[in-house]
């Protein structure tokens, strides 16, 4: 069936992480762009540290990622035993918490782009203390291969911890298409975030998958809820249910709220192929009780609270900075960053080195000025001939 093969969430989470870091590597190769000539040593050399950093960040998360899905998938799930209900409860919990957290995350995207711009203007801009100057020079010749590399792993790490909790409700066959497809996916928004777009014009993608992802984690809390019930009618019984084979109905009635002869998910059927999907996507089953219902709509109305904080939270957030001064555009950022680049590429920590470099700079900067305008009369005399 379609959910077996694909399983959404790990789609989403993956690409925002992706995303993310493909906008990290993106921000830094726009940055060099910007500093040194694109046909220059420098700027080749500065732009392989970049690559090598951010791959070598990837192939470590890789790792552990395989590592982690390959450990769960044969050695804990031989510790399930006859709890099987119990654990199917405890990872949808887990799941649908990390799934929340990650929605919020998915919502700020739009301005991770200024954010990333920011902090690696600040990250440059950094002077060591006396302490820590011997080591940062020693890493001053790699620093653009250190910052994708810390950078890309972090993000890497988040990702597998989100994947993990996530995963540990899916079938093992389910993750390979959806991660590799998030994967491909946040490395071509990233793409077009280097070739001149903007984050955005994806507002409206990230609030629709922000809403699935919700829907997913909803019906996850719900389904949490319902294996309890299942388990602990399940202790009552003591056997088969009547679905099962055996003599007993296979819900409580007194908690009971409707139960469906048709669309059980549970059935692997021609016919259930759709309830299925709805099953794994928004928590959809034939049975449905007091308990699944109420833990459903409690999770949207945490959802709204959660939301609503955090609205008037960057609100406030965002005039306090306006206020204080302290709001800074990430190209503003940038653009002062690179009076801490050296002509051959380091970063400088040296008073008379930055003071030389500002000159520099600016020297630089009013000679594209003045070849501009030269330029632009030229194309004007000519366009008058």
């Not at 077009?192 to 997913?216: A, D, E």
């Not at 330029?375 to 005399?381: F, L, P, Y």
Request: negative net charge; aromatic residues 10%.
């Amino acid at each position: 069936m379609a959910q077996d093969l694909f399983y959404v969430p790990i789609f989403f989470i993956l690409f925002r992480e992706t995303t993310e870091a493909a906008i990290i590597v993106s921000v830094l190769l726009s940055f060099l762009q910007r500093v040194f000539e694109p046909g220059s040593l420098v700027y080749k050399r500065l732009r392989r540290q970049v690559w090598i950093g951010a791959i070598s960040g990837l192939i470590v998360c890789l790792c552990i990622g395989a590592a982690f899905i390959a450990v769960f998938y044969t050695v804990l799930n031989n510790l399930w035993g006859s709890t099987e209900q119990i654990w199917e409860a405890v990872f949808c919990a887990i799941a649908a918490i990390l799934i929340t957290a990650m929605g919020i995350a998915m919502l700020k995207t739009e301005r991770m782009q200024e954010k990333w711009k920011v902090k690696l203007a600040k990250a440059i801009e950094n002077k060591d203390d006396q302490e820590n100057k011997k080591w940062s020079t020693r890493l001053q010749r790699q620093s653009f291969l250190v910052l994708p590399l810390i950078t890309v792993l972090r993000e890497g790490l988040e990702a597998v911890v989100f994947l993990g909790g996530v995963s540990l409700n899916a079938q093992a066959k389910s993750i390979p298409i959806a991660a590799i497809m998030g994967f491909v996916c946040g490395c071509l928004v990233g793409y077009l975030i280097y070739r001149g777009g903007s984050l955005v014009r994806l507002r409206w993608f990230f609030i629709l998958s922000t809403m699935i992802l919700y829907l997913v984690s909803a019906g996850l809390l719900s389904r949490a809820v319902g294996f309890i019930e299942q388990y602990e009618w399940n202790k009552i019984i003591g056997g088969e249910s009547a679905e099962e084979g055996g003599d007993v109905i296979p819900y409580r009635v007194s908690t009971s709220v409707w139960h469906v002869s048709w669309g059980n998910p549970e059935q692997n059927t021609a016919d259930t192929g759709g309830w299925q999907i709805f099953n794994a996507i928004l928590g959809w089953n034939n049975t449905a009780t007091i308990g699944t219902i109420v833990s459903y709509c409690g999770y949207w109305l945490l959802v709204s609270a959660l939301l609503v904080r955090e609205f008037h939270k960057e609100r406030k957030e965002a005039i306090r900075k306006a206020e204080s001064g302290e709001w800074e555009e990430g190209d503003k950022a940038l653009e002062k960053a690179k009076n801490y680049i050296g002509e051959d590429g380091n970063i400088l920590t040296d008073e008379a080195d930055l003071e030389e470099s500002v000159v520099v700079h600016k020297e630089t900067g009013e000679q594209q000025q003045k070849r501009f305008s030269v330029e632009r009369v030229e194309v004007d005399e000519n366009e008058k001939h």
